[in-house]
């Protein structure tokens, strides 16, 4: 085997032992699970004004007033959960629990999916 | 300096073993800080969804031992295989099953990176007197940075575009009557379909169609007959076809089931694209900048003009021209970008940038020869090592500027521990599209949706069920899961009437049940059930699905027979075998259509933005009559005039237009409220689904939109509104008969309404 075909060989190992060696980055952990829910219910809670705002921001289009409101929602369970000492998928988790245990004044259904025809 | 060293420097760029070598570690460098990140998970909004996809065909594989067909887990479950940006179609998926999804993607990208650099090699090496420029350019266009920008986007099926040169290698072969040309181009173009090339792919067929001509044109200089450049330039293209059915059949009936317009004028300066190619990138509020999108610092451009000495350097200088031409997109007027618009599967590229890619191959493949050529004029002077040298050290800056490009975009993306995971029975959840990525893992879908095109999804879905299989009417029944997979379910019915059974995710024509029937209800997948207690299994095995892997299969053998060279070439000596082979897998998937069979899909009913449906038989009774006809073939029938506004502020306004012939492409809407100030609802498309000039004559079509009017306060607002030329001169088009509307300057005042 010539030294070229090694150094090749020995890159390609190189790049397999790093990508499945590598460790992730700190989970956040150690919230009750009374804090998880009381995060999850401020989130919650907050709905009908991040609507309002879409429909605003959006006026007549349904998917788009959807699609905004869950990027405010995200942002805020974010910082939510990094407030709480939760990991974002714990309290997405907790946040689904939470709707439906009091689905009343959220939008549980689906809103089919419709991209804008403008995006430049 | 001796010139001895320069032969020696040619030899060592010609052995494929030291090319592979120097590739590997330059894409080592390059990789290296997204390799060391490989365990956590990117944030940015694309890569939860395009990373989802990769993530759940894994855990079909992984978890269930199934095929990843049908995605359960996104907007209410959709044909994996039909969606145009998964990338799991491709043999670089045996990676994330090797390694998991987030693990694989560096390294996927590391081999890509390897590859696109010996593609472009190849590509300029046969037309090159030595090996040096095209081993100087290889790297220049695998490292470009488009690549940085969609690591950092997520965006990993953006890699197939690394496989454009192969493309551009295997056609070149073909049209030298070369069989394994043939296979290059089959393969490279299934590769790039399979993972994901929805921008890729279009390209490749436009490279093709560029180099096939080229070899057809040089057939004769290369001493091959024209009919046998034609043949294998043929075959090669059925080959193509045939190996990318497994892809194109079910993204077409996909596209074909769901309409999406995509409007604007999207266009550059070539001073943004000047930036865009020669300033290295930025992250800014968690995007990259434009500027260094496709940074490409290719100093050894100052060689491309020499290439004009050769036939083959004017065509890439040419198509390169060609190229950053059709990137301005609309921006200069027309260009090539908007003359491919007006075909069929062009219409669907929305950014006319990325011909950035196809500029910077054709720009390095003339540098390479430029360079060459020079070395050629000079051989055996002491004037060939100084440009070696020149060369060298250029190439090496814009190299050196590449890498660490993509290491500085790539070290600032948005990075986050990889998600929980806990698996339990999958049910849907509201979710959301930003954060995609956590749902899957938790065994939970999202309804949240967002994608390129408008997935046929289910109105009747819902986040909140006791259970996701369920009857449409309680008192006819109970039901219970035994079994549940993304392509199968098994479920426990006692049915006391026949009934509707309802499952919680989107139909497709694909769902087969052994007992009933299934049915499209609103777009949710249900079983229409007899009276009587009985296990009922669905499963999902659409007709492309299995056409398409049959013909891929098929190809995969066809390939393996061209390239080697024993059997096939006694096979060859018989006429039409050749033809027979690459048509196989063709025949293969029209076999299957025939045979199995499979509801025609029905495309979904194209709704305005709020919902409504857009096409009519005929006007609602409460609409108010208007009859007014316009200089362009189209009338304004009735309109509804909001009778207020709501709570935010919003009013709701229908205009119900009938087309009386071809509509010119750039009519658009201009409507007028008129209070204490003026809010403007103008639009160019109409129910935000059409130009005027997409609709038949004879359509009748409902255009509702609203506008927010907090800003006009309260009183009487009146309404106008017209057609006007949205490009050229943006005049009106007159109204040459106003119905029972008054006129004024080409407007129609429609009526008024009061805002308390």
Known sequence: ?120 | MAPGWLASLQRLCDRRDARLALFALLALATCWPILEQAANFNEFRDAQVLFSYERDAVASVREYGELPLWDPSYCGGLYALGTPQSRFASPFFLLSLLFGAQRAAPLITFLLLMLGMEGMFRVARPHSPGAIGPLLVAPLLALQGMFAVSYFNGWVNFFGFELLPWVVVGVAAAGRGERRGVVITALSFATIVGFGGTYAGPLAALLACAEGLAALASARALRVRLVTSLKYLSLAALLSAGASLFRLWPVYETLTTSHRIMAGTPGHTLSNLGAALTLPAEVMRGNVSFHGAYFFPCLLIVFAPFALARRRGALWLGLAALSLWAATGYGLGDSPFTWLRQLPLFHMIRYPERFLFVFALYAAAASALGLEILLHRFRGRAWASVVVLVALGLGGLGVRAEVRNFRHVTEGMWLAPPPIAESRPFRQARGNRWALGYFGPLSRGSLSCWEAYPVPESPLLRADLPAEEYFADPAVGSVRRLSWSPNRLLLDVEARVAGRLRINQNYHVGWRTDVGEVVNDAGLLTVDVPAGHRQIALRFLPRSAVGGGLAALVALLVMLGLWRRGAPRRLARRRYVDALLVSAPLLVALGVRALMPQPAPSPAPVTNADGSLALLERVPDDATPVGARFAEPVELEAVTLPAGVDDVGNARLQLFFRIHGQVSRDVGIFVHFDGRGRVAGDHQTVAASYYFADLPEGTLVRDAFSVNLRDLGRGPVSVHMGLWRVGGDGTRVPVVDAGRAELRDDSLELGSFDVR
């Open chain 1, 1 to 120: 085997m010539s030294v070229f075909r090694v150094l090749t060989l020995a890159c390609v190992v190189a790049a397999v032992t790093v990508a499945t060696g590598a460790t992730p980055m700190p989970r956040v952990t150690g919230a009750d699970a009374a804090a998880v829910s009381r995060a999850a219910r401020e989130v919650a809670d907050r709905e009908p004004g991040w609507r309002r705002a879409a429909r605003m921001q959006f006026p007549g289009d349904r998917w788009s007033q959807d699609d905004a409101f869950h990027n405010v929602e995200q942002n805020a369970v974010r910082m939510q959960a990094a407030r709480a000492g939760v990991s974002v998928g714990e309290l997405f988790d907790a946040l689904d629990r939470e709707l439906r245990a009091h689905a009343g004044g959220h939008l549980m259904q689906a809103v089919p999916c419709k991209p804008r025809p403008f995006y430049d």
